[in-house]
């Protein structure tokens, strides 16, 4: 069958290719240079001494948070994003105790903090700040590829950690999830097909993600949190990620069975986030 056949030119066929390599090749980079940054802040610091600054930070039961809220209205994970590599600058000005301040005030659950910074512009300040600006528990966004980054969490605030299906080897997931376990941070376990919850489904993880966005396309489908939510462990809390823009879209998910919703980008961008989140979940409490 021709490119012809199916609708496409040559030139834009082998554009569309080319970009689907790009997306491969940009993953691959990103946790390349996520390794180099862990190695070079390993000998800054020795774990021993992350330990003991991890140990002055009792973490806040990220998963508990959103399921207590569950049960009275929508359990929001406001991020607190700055940039991403697909979408560039979301957010310019970037005041993270006044944003995380907002947002918890305005009824998220909890928070997530970017801390990846040559890719998102976030950073691991950011995250200790955003911890101690609220009460709310905070998960730290990142490609958690060493046992280092989770010890590093807990040391700057968070609760919890992202685990990404995707970027990661069965060996590795095991691995670290046993080692957030070991130091009382939940994991978010984050997937993106059927294929990638067999392989995860049975780390007993405290919160499983299903993220909306096919990282090969960067399509945006909530179809995928819909298609997937009979199949996720049943004593984890279930998160819908990516694409999540009106209080319909969080009703069709939460009505599904979904209790936490993570939504950045649609709030990053408005003038006033914690704003724009209250009048995402006030109709969500009037029908409660």
């Not at 990142?142 to 609760?159: C, K, L, N, P, S």
């Not at 992202?162 to 978010?188: C, G, M, P, Q």
Request: with cysteine; aromatic share 6%.
């Amino acid at each position: 069958m021709s490119c012809h056949s199916l609708g496409y030119n040559v030139e834009s066929y082998t554009r569309f290719v080319a970009f689907l390599l790009d997306i491969f090749v940009h993953l691959e980079r990103i946790l390349a240079k996520t390794r180099e940054t862990v190695t070079e802040r390993k000998e800054r610091m020795p774990i021993s001494d992350l330990e003991q600054r991890a140990a002055r930070h009792t973490p806040r039961g990220f998963a508990q948070a959103l399921r207590r809220k569950a049960a009275e209205a929508p359990a929001v994970i406001a991020e607190l994003k700055k940039a991403s590599p697909s979408k560039g600058l979301i957010r310019p000005e970037f005041d993270v105790r006044s944003l995380a301040a907002e947002l918890a005030n305005s009824g998220a659950a909890a928070l997530s903090v970017l801390t990846d910074e040559p890719f998102f512009q976030g950073s691991l300040e950011n995250l200790e700040i955003a911890s101690a600006t609220v009460t709310i528990p905070c998960l730290r966004k990142d490609f958690m590829v060493d046992e280092y980054q989770i010890v590093e969490a807990r040391a700057h605030g968070a609760d919890a950690i992202l685990l990404i299906v995707t970027a990661l080897t069965d060996s590795e997931l095991k691995s670290l999830n046993d080692a957030a376990h070991r130091y009382d941070l939940d994991v978010l376990c984050e997937v993106h097909s059927a294929e990638e919850l067999m392989r995860a489904r049975n780390l007993s993880c405290a919160a499983f993600g299903v993220n909306n966005r096919n990282l090969k396309t960067f399509e945006v489908r909530l179809d995928t949190a819909l298609d997937l939510v009979e199949q996720l462990p049943a004593g984890a809390v279930h998160v819908a990620e990516s694409g999540i823009h009106t209080i319909n879209d969080m009703q069709r998910l939460r009505d599904a069975g979904y209790h936490g919703f993570l939504i950045g980008e649609s709030l990053m961008r408005q003038p006033s986030p914690g704003v724009a989140l209250a009048q995402l979940l006030l109709p969500a409490a009037t029908r409660v």
